[in-house]
């Protein structure tokens, strides 16, 4: 093949994926459109924090716990700060934490499993045993305890959920990347000579897609649940920075006097959540029969 | 020997040896703990002498095999060290700090167990039942929602639902609906029984106050890990609805509910079994959220309080106990398992 021709199936080949998701995206359920809308405003709102906001995401105003008003749209925190304003920064840095957690957990996941899967044998046996141990016990407990020791900043934070999800991501690759590493196309490269980069970038990463992205949504929500969790617990996001898991703990009292606003941020958290299993769900049906019943 | 038998002593085996490599993750710990942690502990006012002393307590000086030898000893014997927070003269041993909620969280954890599997199993059962039809479709949609939202947020709107049974009525939002809506809110809130927000229990709390008093902690965690178990029943039953036996009964005409009980449901209990375990499991992490929300003193609000202050030991015991009962579910599945369905002995 010369390389105008390969050139030209390559971009036929574009065009033909691009069509396909057009089409796809057609025939996409409700929930599916209503998750990728809601998705797609978060990040909005996400990346232009700065401009959306009111006011600064640590700037302190003379009335604490001020009630829904003209001024503060959603009242204030308990320490005075505008509550719209920290739920727009909320959204920015609990979503920037979940996603860089997720990706740092897929690229050591991904990369050991497939490791693993190509040349199985003592790599193999050594990674699958560690990972059983370090599923044996609950993640948040591990985290919980790992936190003790390194206490909680946000790099530690990243870092120890990142390590203790990838283990999921792991088992997941390896068992499809197991499926991929046997078919005669890895053969001819490996006696091609090409090293194992080439071979799990080029030949198996591109056959193992599909399930992989799915599994990074369900991944994110729950290293997204996680981060929640810890924060909600004092021991994950620390202050001044603005996120939606301590949030709702710092104005838990106001739930005691009737008031809505300390449920706003649990529900952002919750509405991100559903929006993400939507899409995901549709996802795996239009890209393969993985879950037809569960 | 029994080939039963001999699969379970296995799978214990298997059990232990995960129990002893996590215990040894959770012990070095405390090896790993960076060099100016007894100054942090003590405070800036440490003298050296009190910062030795300090870490000739928690053994620092002693090679690592020896103290992970004795760690496992006492622990063996129940003494579980002492925690951070004692001084000189006044010991507070681990032990005596997780005692009683020990005694609260498996308190806790039972109401859940006891609400949580005969409603997910029921409600798996009519669903397979009713397939397809109005009921399953709903049952569905309300599991798949509880089970994407976060532990707190339900803890929370529960609190909420309690609380506004009594300032719905003066509310803002109140004033600005309808009349009739307002008054039919009101009187749907009524119905809501006055469950307290706030579990605070000690030891001299009646049995019957206790289960009051555990009321929302408990539906919490329940609405968290039905979704889940029962899905899966549906599931399972679903799935042996298509062998040939099943038509077989539904030929002889026997009724729907016949088939389901006597003949789908003792081939489907292995998954079931297997799920229920492993959400049992679950409710150990819930159990941590759920008790800061309700102020439930248990053992998961005394571990994130130790992680805050970083009192070592207190997280190591929680930690242990947390993965202990977590393997020990899950080693229970897989022997229940095993045993209603003897299949299992021969893995492929």
């Known amino acids: 093949m010369t390389r105008s021709e390969s050139v030209a199936a390559v971009q036929r080949l574009r065009r033909s994926r691009a069509t396909r998701a057009k089409t796809a995206l057609k025939k996409a359920p409700f929930s599916a459109w209503f998750g990728i809308v809601v998705i797609l405003g978060y990040v909005f709102v996400a990346v232009f924090a700065h401009w959306i906001a009111p006011y600064g995401e640590t700037q302190v105003f003379s009335e604490a716990f001020a009630p829904w008003s003209q001024e503060f749209k959603l009242g204030t925190d308990q320490l005075g700060r505008d509550m719209l304003t920290r739920l727009i920064y909320g959204a920015r840095n609990t979503i920037a934490i979940a996603v860089a957690t997720t990706l740092l957990s897929f690229a050591v996941g991904v990369s050991l499993g497939l490791l693993a899967a190509l040349y199985r044998g003592w790599l193999d046996q050594i990674l699958s045993r560690a990972v059983d141990v370090l599923m044996s016990i609950p993640s948040l407990i591990f985290a919980l305890v790992l936190l003790t020791i390194f206490g909680s900043s946000i790099t530690s934070l990243i870092v120890i959920i990142a390590l203790l999800d990838s283990t999921r991501v792991f088992r997941l690759s390896r068992a499809v990347g197991l499926n991929v590493a046997v078919m005669e196309y890895v053969e001819v490269a490996r006696l091609r000579g090409e090293g194992p980069k080439w071979i799990i970038a080029k030949e198996i990463l591109p056959n193992v897609m599909p399930p992989l992205v799915a599994e990074f949504g369900l991944r994110f929500c729950f290293v997204f649940l996680t981060v929640a969790a810890l924060s909600f617990l004092g021991v994950g996001i620390q202050p001044p920075t603005a996120d939606w898991g301590s949030m709702v703990r710092e104005n838990a009292t106001l739930i005691t006097y009737g008031d809505v606003t300390p449920l706003l941020p649990a529900g952002a958290i919750a509405l991100l959540t559903v929006s993400v299993n939507f899409v995901v769900d549709w996802f795996l049906q239009a890209t393969s029969g993985l879950r037809d019943e569960k | ?348």
């Open chain 2, 1 to 348: 020997m029994n080939p039963v038998a001999r699969t379970v002593l296995q799978r214990l085996g298997l059990g232990l040896v995960t129990l002893f490599i996590v215990s040894i993750i959770i012990f070095s710990a405390i090896a790993m703990l960076p060099g100016d942690f007894a100054k942090a502990t003590l405070g800036q006012s440490a003298t050296p002498e009190t910062v030795a002393a300090f870490q000739r307590e928690i053994g620092i000086d002693r090679p690592p095999v020896e103290r992970y030898f004795v760690w496992v000893a006492q622990m063996l014997h129940g003494d579980f060290g002492s925690s951070f927070a004692s001084r000189t003269g006044y010991r507070r041993t681990v032990a005596e700090i997780i005692a009683p909620r020990l005694y609260n969280t498996m308190f806790l954890a039972a109401v859940t167990a006891l609400i949580a599997v005969p409603l997910a199993l029921g409600l798996g059962i009519l669903a397979a039942l009713y397939r397809n039809g109005w009921f399953d479709r709903l049952v569905n949609v309300a599991t798949l929602t509880t089970i994407s939202f976060p532990e707190f947020f339900v803890a929370y709107m529960l609190a909420y639902l309690v609380i506004s049974r009594d300032t719905f009525i003066g509310s803002d939002f109140a004033q600005t609906l309808p009349h009739w809506l307002t008054v039919s809110l009101n009187w749907a809130l009524n119905a809501v029984p006055k469950f307290p927000t706030l579990s605070n229990v000690n030891d001299q709390t009646p049995f019957w106050e206790h289960l009051w008093k555990v009321a929302l902690p408990a539906i919490t965690l329940t609405l968290v890990i039905v979704a889940h178990m029962m899905r899966m029943t549906r599931a399972a039953i679903i799935n042996m609805l298509a062998s040939p036996y099943i038509d077989m009964a539904r030929l002889k005409g026997m009724s729907p509910m016949v088939i389901v009980l006597r003949h789908a449901l003792p081939n489907a209990w292995a998954p079931i079994v297997t799920v229920v375990a492993f959400n049992l499991a679950y409710l150990i992490v819930g159990v941590v959220v759920v008790e800061v929300v309700f102020v439930y003193p248990g053992i998961g609000q005394l571990m994130v309080d130790a992680v805050k202050s970083r009192d070592v030991p207190v997280v190591q015991a929680c930690a242990l106990i947390f993965a202990a009962t977590y393997i020990l579910l899950n080693l229970l599945a897989d022997i229940i398992s095993i045993a209603t369905n003897p299949r299992l002995l021969h893995p492929r």
